[in-house]
T-cell receptor
Framework: KAGVTQTPRYLIKTRGQQVTLSCSPI?????VSWYQQTPGQGLQFLFE???????NKGNFPGRFSGRQFSNSRSEMNVSTLELGDSALYLC????????????FGSGTRLTVV | AQTVTQSQPEMSVQEAETVTLSCTYD???????LFWYKQPPSRQMILVIR??????QNATENRFSVNFQKAAKSFSLKISDSQLGDAAMYFC????????????FGTGTRLTIIP
């Protein structure tokens, strides 16, 4: 059974640009969450989608957005990139209610220069 | 809001020995889940073990076990017979059972295995 797939693995962008990251969940998983991991702030929750609807949102500015498609694949978008957006972005999927825990992808390493 | 605290930034253990990683949390809820995740250099977060708060019995997965003390809000991870492949960052995480599908993570403990 394929795991959670995130693309691309690495990305370098210039300040002010926008970026889109992709996440394909485990087959059958309808919940997809996104987390930002930085050395300074640790792991922080961005948002969670279920059946194409955002159920929960973390405390991030509106430059961070996401969406989920009917096949449960998800994308997150960051507009007007800032240097501080450099981070590892992790996607996680689960069944409708994640009591069994989330399964994570290997992340996208975003570097903003 | 929940908080998760891991007070040991780094730990080391001799191969084949036992090590315990500490985690405390703060919540006003009574129904929740706790997890330990492992993040090796490959970056992927791997679920090690989970504990349901309403179950008094401590969870065990092969060489990994937890000591869950609900009243003390403590959730430590014990790794027995440590192996080189156990070297990684370990994160403790909290998940509410009240409709907020968000993991709250601790700051992590870097575990080094000494051959």
């Amino acid at each position: 059974k394929a795991g959670v797939t995130q693309t691309p693995r690495y990305l370098i962008k210039t300040r002010g640009q926008q970026v889109t990251l992709s996440c394909s969940p485990i087959s059958g998983h309808r919940s997809v969450s996104w987390y930002q991991q930085t050395p300074g702030q640790g792991l922080q929750f961005l948002f969670e989608y279920f059946s194409e609807t955002q159920r929960n949102k973390g405390n991030f500015p509106g430059r961070f957005s996401g969406r989920q498609f009917s096949n449960s694949r998800s994308e997150m978008n960051v507009s007007t990139l800032e240097l501080g957006d450099s981070a590892l972005y992790l996607c996680a999927s689960s069944l409708a209610v994640p009591k069994g825990g989330y399964t994570f992808g290997s992340g996208t390493r975003l570097t903003v220069v | 809001a929940q908080t998760v605290t891991q007070s040991q930034p780094e730990m080391s253990v001799q191969e084949a020995e036992t090590v315990t990683l500490s985690c405390t949390y703060d919540t006003s809820e009574s129904d929740y889940y706790l997890f330990w995740y492992k993040q090796p250099p490959s970056r992927q977060m791997i679920l090690v073990i989970r504990q349901e708060a309403y179950k008094q019995q401590n969870a065990t997965e092969n060489r990994f076990s937890v000591n869950f003390q609900k009243a003390a809000k403590s959730f430590s991870l014990k790794i027995s017979d440590s192996q080189l492949g156990d070297a990684a960052m370990y994160f403790c995480a909290f998940l509410s059972n009240f409709g907020n599908e968000k993991l709250t993570f601790g700051t992590g403990t870097r575990l080094t295995i000494i051959p």
